[in-house]
């Protein structure tokens, strides 16, 4: 009885652990479309580049400026040295 009570157990384990596992296999998909075509929008990144974002840009804690703030464009812009 002992042996009949282990072996279920081990069947039910075994085919517990195939499932999960095929589980995350089928979950695990790429993106349809690489950025930034219509899957998703650019990242803002860290390169020396000038980056321009449409749309609004939220910052929710501290900005930090390590060079220059500057507002506005062409004629209309100010800067501020920080």
């Not at 321009?52 to 004629?75: E, F, H, R």
Request: some cysteine.
């Amino acid at each position: 009885m002992k042996k009949i009570i282990k072996s279920i157990i081990q069947t039910f384990t075994i085919c517990l652990v195939v499932l999960i596992g095929a589980g995350m296999v089928y979950a695990w998909t790429d993106a349809p479309q690489n950025p930034p075509t219509e899957d998703a929008a650019s990242p803002i990144n860290i390169s020396d580049k000038e980056q321009v974002k449409q749309g609004a840009l939220g910052i929710n804690g501290t900005l930090a400026a390590y060079s220059q703030i500057c507002l506005g464009s062409g004629a209309n812009q100010e800067c501020i040295d920080t």
